[in-house]
Every structure is written in structure tokens, then in C-alpha cells.
């Protein structure tokens, strides 16, 4: 039996992922050459530090002396161009990672300036508070977001900011009280924005430097690492980056956490906030085994590989199919996201089940939009992870709101993204 027979999918839906995949071969040699790049670049790191078994093992109580954690900051730091590095289960999530950053980092009438727009949801509100019209459970009033410990916010849309670069108002809102300039690479839940590649966040790095020097620049890296061949510390201007373990980085092994690295000042400066002042980095017990984070990091640039040539594949068979897709399949990309316009409620819903259908664990459900926290509308989660909200895995989400707009993700292998791609193709061609 052929595969598609295997998976009861139409002998016409294979042809037109075949199609697809013959269009997008020089994306796919390319990204593999990425990957072996950064494969090397992540393998020399690992016998600099001269990794060893007994980085493995739980450390318990404070988590004073233990090897394996620095050892595995260490690497982050080679690996991202960082002088220091803060690598922890701790982190929640990877808007939890950046809120820590901005309260380490930030003092009572100083500013953040997004040059990105307006950040997601769930990093607004840590920022700003909720807005009257949220509906979540966090509704009401700032409940100690920045803006109740008096720090301000601005933002300007990146499409404007070099348009606006030699205009007075950019000019003051770079200068002082800003102290920490925001910059978010991937596009977040905002279909009209592109993720930001390295040298994109190179120019705005650069414009911020010649109005401000003292100006800390923080680059959300989620969904970007490893996606090129340099990251934002080393070609983009950065100071800080700081992301998700259970994304890029984490190589679909990690169970939990989050990480930051840059420039040692700041680093010190944040990890008064990730634990106490006067504790910083010191503590920390690493309860878990560590080989997950260690194997992780390590298979992270083919995971990455994995899952952009299924990004590119996917947006050349639902264009084929007609539908409007971003970033296109030969368009530069900045991380690893693929979004689809879709027209309703209803195809959103179509959509998110059939890549439910087509995951390792919990393909028997059905995804309902729901109330998350920190987001002001349901949102649909179609995600049989082994992680749970693994985004480096095989797995699709969106707000539902309109434009209605499915953001796909992830994918530890290209068969699976494929054997996905072809069910959710399976449910739209005739």
C-alpha cells in the first residue's frame, strides 16, 4: 500500500502536494544548507564546553554549584552570540521570559518603545493592562502591568519607522526617558505584519543607535532561532534576545521553559528579577533531568529545517488551492510561522480540525475556540503535541476574530507536516 492509501487520502490531493514539492526544491536545498551551518556552528559549541554525561543529572533544594545548568548557559551563550545567558524551566511561557526582562530591566518614569507595533496579546497586557473591551479573566484594571509601576509605552509600526526615521516624532520618542527599545520578530497574531529577518532588525538597530546608544535593544526571538544562519545578537545590533524553550530552541524535546542571553550587564540585571535581588543566577534547582534541554538544543537547527520546508511546501499547495497565504513559498522568511486567510468561522473551524486530525496525540478531539488566558478573544488551539502548546511540534492556532487567519507552526519531522498538509487538503478539494 502507498501512504495515501495508508491514510485514506484522495490520489489527488498527493498530486498536488507533489506539485508543490517540485516548486519549492531550491527553498529546500537552501534551508538544508542553512541547517548544516547552524548544525556545526551548535556541534562546536558543544565540545568547546566539553559536554558530558554528568551535565545530565537533577540538582534539588536551592540549586547551588550545579554544572549541567551553567553548562547549558554556556551554550546558549556560543551558540547566540550572548556574553551571558539565562536558561531556566522556571519561565512559564515566553511572554513570562520578556516580562521578566522588561521588570529587570526597567525603572518607575522610564519608557519601552516598541518598534514592532503593538506586541501580542498576552505581552500587552503585561505591558499595558487590559483594555475595557477584553473579555479574559484579567479584565479590569493594570494589575501590576509596567504602566501601574509608572513606566510608559510607545510603539511605532516597523513599516513606518524608516519612513519616519528623519521626522522629529521618532526622533523624541527614541530619546529619553526611552530605555529599553522592543523589537518582536515573529508577527505574533497580526496578519497584516511580516516576521522580521536578522538584517531587518540590523537597520532598526542601527537607527536606534543614532539617536540613543544607551538605548537597551530586546528582540523577541520566538519562532526565529535558527531560521538563518546568524541570530540578532551576532548580525542584528540586538543587546538581549529571549525566547521559548518549547519552541525553536528546544528542539521538540524540552518540556518547559524559557531562555535570555546578551550582554552580561543586562543579564545580571534581569536575574535580580528572575528570582530576588541579591540571589540573581546563583539559585535555581534544575529538577528535571537536563538531557532533554541538552538533546533539544542540539537537534534544534534540523528541527528547524523540518518544519521550514514544510512551511514552504504547505504555503505552495494552498496558493495552488487558492487561498492567500504569507509569507509566500519563495519569499524571504523570518521565522517559521505560515498563515492562511480563510473566509469564515466556519472554515477556520474546518481547518484547525483537520490538523487535529492528523496529530500523534489527542487526533480524536475536536478544537472549539476557547477562553485563554491572556487573550482577549477564544481562541482555537489545534495542537496534538507531546508538549503540551508545543509550537515546534506539528500544530495550527488563531483568534477568532476576523481577518480570519490561521497561523501554522512547527513540525518535528517533514513527513509529518506533509501527512498534515495532505489532510487538511483532503478536506477542501473535491
Known amino acids: 500500500m502507498e501512504w495515501w492509501e495508508i491514510t485514506g487520502i484522495k490520489r489527488k490531493t498527493t498530486l498536488l502536494i507533489a506539485k508543490a514539492e517540485k516548486k519549492v526544491a531550491g527553498q529546500h536545498r537552501e534551508i538544508d544548507a542553512n541547517a548544516l551551518h547552524n548544525q556545526a556552528k551548535v556541534l562546536e559549541s558543544f565540545k568547546s564546553e566539553k559536554i558530558s554525561e554528568d551535565c545530565f543529572h537533577s540538582n534539588e533544594g536551592y540549586g547551588y554549584h550545579d554544572r549541567g545548568r551553567d553548562k547549558l548557559e554556556n551554550l546558549f551563550s556560543r551558540i547566540f552570540n550572548g556574553e551571558d545567558s539565562?536558561?531556566?524551566?522556571?519561565?512559564?511561557?515566553?511572554?513570562?521570559?520578556?516580562?521578566?526582562?522588561?521588570?529587570g530591566l526597567l525603572r518607575p518614569g522610564e519608557r519601552l518603545l516598541s518598534l514592532s507595533g503593538m506586541p501580542y496579546d498576552t505581552l500587552r497586557r503585561a505591558i499595558i493592562g487590559p483594555e475595557e473591551t477584553d473579555q479574559g479573566s484579567y479584565s479590569g484594571k493594570n494589575i501590576s502591568s509596567l504602566r501601574e509601576w509608572n513606566i510608559s509605552f510607545?510603539?511605532?509600526?516597523?513599516?513606518?519607522?524608516?519612513?519616519?526615521?528623519?521626522?522629529?516624532?521618532?526622533?523624541?520618542?527614541?530619546?529619553?526617558?526611552?530605555?529599553?527599545?522592543?523589537?518582536?520578530?515573529?508577527?505574533?497574531?497580526?496578519p497584516f505584519r511580516q516576521a522580521l529577518t536578522v538584517s531587518e532588525i540590523a537597520r532598526l538597530a542601527a537607527i536606534v543607535r543614532r539617536y540613543n546608544r544607551?538605548?537597551?535593544?530586546?528582540?523577541?526571538?520566538?519562532?526565529?532561532?535558527?531560521?538563518?544562519?546568524?541570530?540578532?545578537?551576532?548580525?542584528?545590533?540586538?543587546?538581549?534576545?529571549?525566547?521559548?524553550?518549547?519552541?525553536?530552541?528546544?528542539?521538540?524535546?524540552?518540556?518547559?521553559?524559557?531562555?535570555?542571553?546578551?550582554?552580561?550587564?543586562?543579564?545580571?540585571?534581569i536575574s535580580e528579577a528572575f528570582s530576588a535581588p541579591g540571589l540573581g543566577k546563583d539559585?535555581?534547582?534544575?529538577?528535571?533531568?537536563?538531557?532533554?534541554?541538552?538533546?533539544?538544543?542540539?537537534?534544534?537547527?534540523?528541527l528547524v529545517a523540518e518544519s521550514l520546508k514544510g512551511a514552504v511546501t504547505i504555503a505552495a499547495a494552498l496558493?495552488?488551492?487558492?487561498?492567500?497565504?504569507?509569507?509566500?513559498?519563495?519569499?524571504k522568511r523570518g521565522d517559521l510561522v505560515q498563515t492562511v486567510r480563510l473566509k469564515n468561522k466556519e472554515e477556520l473551524e474546518l481547518f484547525c480540525s483537520a490538523v487535529q486530525q492528523a496529530s500523534p496525540v489527542n487526533a480524536h478531539f475536536?478544537?472549539?475556540?476557547?477562553?485563554?488566558?491572556?487573550?482577549?478573544?477564544?481562541?482555537?488551539?489545534?495542537?496534538?503535541?507531546?508538549?503540551?502548546?508545543?509550537?515546534?511540534?506539528f500544530s495550527a492556532d488563531a483568534p477568532l476574530r476576523e481577518p480570519y487567519t490561521l497561523y501554522i507552526q512547527g513540525g518535528l519531522s517533514y513527513n509529518h507536516v506533509i501527512l498534515g498538509l495532505a489532510c487538511l487538503l483532503d478536506v477542501i478539494i473535491n
Do not use: W
Not at 536558561?87 to 522588561?102: E, K, Q, W
Not at 472549539?368 to 511540534?393: H, I, K, N, R
Open 86 to 103: 539565562i536558561v531556566r524551566p522556571h519561565f512559564v511561557s515566553g511572554t513570562h521570559t520578556l516580562f521578566t526582562c522588561l521588570r
Open 154 to 190: 510607545a510603539q511605532v509600526e516597523t513599516a513606518k519607522v524608516l519612513q519616519l526615521e528623519n521626522y522629529k516624532d521618532l526622533i523624541t520618542l527614541l530619546k529619553a526617558p526611552t530605555k529599553v527599545v522592543f523589537i518582536q520578530r515573529s508577527r505574533g497574531y497580526n
Open 214 to 269: 544607551d538605548a537597551i535593544i530586546l528582540v523577541d526571538n520566538c519562532y526565529g532561532e535558527f531560521v538563518e544562519r546568524e541570530e540578532p545578537l551576532a548580525g542584528g545590533g540586538a543587546d538581549l534576545i529571549a525566547g521559548s524553550l518549547i519552541k525553536n530552541p528546544g528542539g521538540g524535546l524540552a518540556p518547559a521553559g524559557g531562555y535570555i542571553t546578551g550582554r552580561k550587564k543586562y543579564i545580571s540585571l
Open 283 to 302: 539559585l535555581g534547582a534544575f529538577i528535571q533531568n537536563k538531557r532533554l534541554y541538552f538533546q533539544g538544543l542540539f537537534m534544534a537547527p534540523q
Open 319 to 331: 496558493e495552488e488551492a487558492g487561498y492567500s497565504v504569507s509569507p509566500r513559498y519563495d519569499e
Open 366 to 393: 475536536q478544537p472549539v475556540a476557547g477562553a485563554t488566558p491572556g487573550y482577549a478573544d477564544p481562541l482555537y488551539m489545534a495542537a496534538g503535541t507531546f508538549v503540551q502548546g508545543s509550537s515546534s511540534e
